[in-house]
């Protein structure tokens, strides 16, 4: 008789055989799928491990900064207008050799410092120019706060500063700012810092201990 | 004798001076006479408005030609090979760019990414997808940052300071074209944002075609509360147009802005099952090339939105729901 792995034959004290008969199993089967499934697993931790790490490493931020995207309400719109005007305050420098004042950026049409080219909810913002030895702050805090809000009206709380930084100036930047060491050809660079509420100008060097956050662009590609 | 040799040299020493004064002058007007290439229809109008007669602006796809459904020709290769620079939107929007760039292999090419450095909106507001090309750029954004006027004032301002960085002698006229042209669009936005500062925005639920539009209305501070057909270009199918009435309803749409080319027929029966009025914005990436053809598109646009916020809050919705 034909015997199948599945089948063991004993001899019993009587002399009669004994042939026990396991059921079909597909144990070898069931394993090899189990340890297949796990290298899957394994090899999709490791992917999203890595691609998770790459991630924190980009958005790798100090306490005292804060990403754009974050940003509430109307206040990408005043972040995206600083940022367009930086470009111009840098053409005037460039052309005059002084930062421009704020009637002067008012004069030239350009926003956030003229109004009309605001929203409502922004239109109350007051400038303030503070300059330094070889860089410049423009302080600015919404009046409005406080008005009552109503349909297309909801003035912005936050206060902003725009810090303009000549890395050829003669003293050292009030706070952190980022060398660009791929292009050494650069001159200039400039930094959005927001605070949460109406505040008055913290000075220059006291922006981080006063709580003030500077403002990273996510699309920091190089 | 003397006095002929001295009368001589006079003459061959003004000769070579006004010789020289003369080719130094021929080269300060000629300046560097770049060729530009753009990969989409605003950038023709921004450098064009920025170099002025100064240098020469070529569009990489034809007039006329959709980017989103555009294949390269043998010519549009042989444009590619022609020019010092290119001006490039690099966040998805010029993609057919990438594999000609590639087969033309040219180092010698200055790539201007107009989008560098530029604060950008995610799609979708916080969807993220990880992009496949590129290890540094893991968040997927709104690749249409020229449909604005601050973002493509910035954009423009970028690129005027990357060519004067190419042609110095030039510079200076490409930052004065660059702020006149600037000013010029921000009197734009301006006189929309005047129209609507007494529009009462509270009862209107605005939805958009597709993201493109996210940009312009969060400059105008207008709250858009739903894309219904994240994706355009593409004609869509009786099931997509269904979910998209779908998705109008849900959301509760009082106005729809869909694009210029999107189909009579799919407007109208989208108004026949939702009611909500409808109007249409330009993508600004079709048409003929001109210097002011983005102005052109973007005054039309922001009239447009100016009439539908108009018309919807004042008499239209309120009068309808009365």
Redesign the interface.
Known sequence: MATTGSERRSTSDNGLKVVIVRPLSARREAVALACLLGLILALMAGRFYS?RK??LD?SHLEPYQQK??FLKN?A??M???L??VA??IL?IFQ?EGSWPSVKRLEEE???PFAK???????KGYVWKMYPGQGWVDYFGINKDVGKKAR??FDPLKDSFVLRIIDLRGAARPPGPYVENKTDQ?KRFTWQVWIYPAPRDYPGAQKLIDKGWKWIV?????? | MKNKVKVFLFFICVFFFSGVFSLATAGQEKGCHLKIGVTLHPYYSWVKNIVGDRAEVIPIIPPNTDPHSYQPTPKDMAVLNDIDVLVVNNLGHDEFIKPMLKAVNRKDLVIIDTSKGLPLIPVQRHVYAFEKDSANNQVAYNSHTYISITGSIQQIQNIARQLGRLCPEDAKIFRKNSRAYARRLRKMLANALHQLENVDTTDLRIATVHDGYAYLFQELGVEVAAVVQPRHGIEPTPRQLEDTIKRIKRAKVNILFTELDYKKKYVDIIYKETGCRIYSLSHISNGPYSADFFEKCMKKNLDTIVKALTESSSHGEHAKSA
């Open positions: 691609v790459k991630g980009a754009d995207l109307q990408p719109i972040y995206r207008s940022c367009s470009g111009d053409d052309d049409e350009l926003p009309d080219f605001l929203p409502p909810g922004l349909a297309g050809g662009n996510s699309n920091n590609r190089s």
